[in-house]
């Protein structure tokens, strides 16, 4: 059973920084793909950015240059660089793994852009 735990959601003023951070336990053998999903109050969970195994990632055009997902070697861990925070950034951001047998979910953290 593969676990997710999301942190480092805040409240930061727009123009600010984040980095969130997912931690993977279980096995990782069977991963295909991890990613970043956000959901705001009456919208679908919309993919931020991906990673594939093979290494590439795919971001969603709003965060195009302004955020990066990067990885360690062990997939145990997960990361999102957030620059240049808009208020349309806000949102619960969730961890997401996609593996050979299933997919999995984290609890969501709350960012929060606000002057």
């Given amino acids: ?3 997710l735990v999301e942190s480092g959601g805040d409240l930061v003023q727009p123009g600010g920084s984040l980095r969130l951070s997912c931690v993977a336990s279980g096995d990782r053998s069977a991963i295909w793909h991890m990613g970043w999903y956000r959901q705001t109050p009456g919208k679908q969970r919309e993919l931020v950015a991906q990673i594939t195994a093979g290494g590439f990632t795919n971001y969603a055009d709003s965060v195009k ?7 360690n070697d062990a997939w145990s861990s997960v990361y ?3 620059d240049s925070l808009k208020p349309e950034d806000t949102g619960v951001y969730y961890c997401n793994s996609r593996e050979t047998l299933d997919t999995y979910w984290g609890q969501g953290t709350q960012v929060t852009v606000s002057s």
């Fill in 65 to 71: 240059g302004r955020f990066t997902i990067s990885r």
């Fill in 1 to 3: 059973q593969v676990q």
């Fill in 80 to 82: 999102l660089q957030m």
